[in-house]
C-alpha cells in the first residue's frame, strides 16, 4: 500500500518564460525567508503553510554549486561566452537554458 501526502501548493507556473537565473535565484531566496518563520509552527494556525512550486526557463547560464570546480567548464570563467554563476546549493557545474525547464518546490511542513 502506498500512502500519498498532498500539502496545499503555491504555484508559480512561469514554465513558457525565460528568466534571468539572478532575478529567480533572489527570488527563491526571498520565500525561504518569508516562510522560515512557519517553520514547526502548529498547521492548525492561520498561518498560510502551502508549499511552493515554481516552474521557468533561463537564457543560457551555468550555476556553480558550493565545492563545484572551474575545471569543469571548458572555458575560462572570467572570459566567459556564457553567464555564470556561484550559488549556495550543492552540486558541481549545471547548464540551464531556454527550452529546460527548471522546477523548484519548497516544502514547508
Known amino acids: 500500500m502506498t500512502l500519498f501526502v498532498f500539502n496545499r501548493c503555491e504555484l508559480f507556473d512561469l514554465h513558457q518564460q525565460i528568466v534571468p537565473l539572478v532575478d529567480s535565484w533572489g527570488w527563491q531566496k526571498s520565500i525561504v525567508e518569508r516562510r522560515k518563520p512557519l517553520v514547526g509552527i502548529d498547521t492548525d494556525t492561520d498561518e498560510d ?18 565545492g563545484s570546480s572551474e575545471k569543469y567548464l571548458n572555458f575560462n570563467i572570467e572570459d566567459s561566452p556564457i553567464e555564470s554563476h556561484r550559488i549556495d546549493r550543492a552540486g558541481e557545474v549545471t547548464y540551464h537554458g531556454p527550452g529546460q525547464v527548471f522546477v523548484s518546490y519548497f ?3
Open 107 to 109: 516544502s514547508w511542513v
Open 49 to 66: 503553510h502551502s508549499d511552493t512550486l515554481i516552474a521557468l526557463q533561463h537564457p543560457p547560464v551555468y550555476t556553480l554549486g558550493n
